[in-house]
């Protein structure tokens, strides 16, 4: 679970903000309350080219003594025009992955997962958006139940 103090809030959106600007433009809009919605938006390309994908890095915090608490993340990566989407999320005490691959739209799109860090997610996306990776949900399992 990560546990930040305001002030190490803050400089992780802005790290985040200025770290993700390679990959193309970068909105961040957040939420103020507890609990506390930040959502950061990566254009690529983004820098006036067709847009090829679009990554959404949702986080809901909440101040427990003093203390930012990650509680919800979603971490997407969705390629434009599509199919093809590779996803992170915890919600509900669970994690679990999302992909769709783009050679096999129509197989199901749920897969079990883990904890995963939000800089460990953007790379796994650069990866993918930079073709050192293949876009494909080979090796992930369904989940149990």
Request: charged share 20%.
């Amino acid at each position: 679970m990560t546990r930040l103090r305001p002030q190490q809030l803050d400089q992780r959106v802005s790290t985040v903000e200025g770290a993700f600007r390679r990959l193309g433009h970068v909105d961040v809009a957040r939420q103020e309350d507890s609990p506390r919605t930040i959502v950061i938006t990566v254009t690529h390309p983004g820098w006036g080219a067709l847009t090829i994908a679009q990554l959404y890095f949702v986080e809901t915090w909440v101040l427990i003594g003093g203390l930012w608490t990650l509680t919800r993340y979603a971490y997407d990566l969705l390629l434009r025009p599509g199919p093809g989407r590779f996803g992170f999320h915890r919600h509900d005490g669970t994690y679990h992955t999302h992909c769709i691959d783009p050679a096999h739209p129509e197989r199901d799109h749920h897969f079990a997962g883990g904890l995963v860090d939000l800089f460990a997610a953007f790379d796994r996306f650069t990866a993918l958006l930079n073709g050192k990776e293949p876009l494909t949900c080979v090796g992930l399992r369904l989940p149990r139940g």
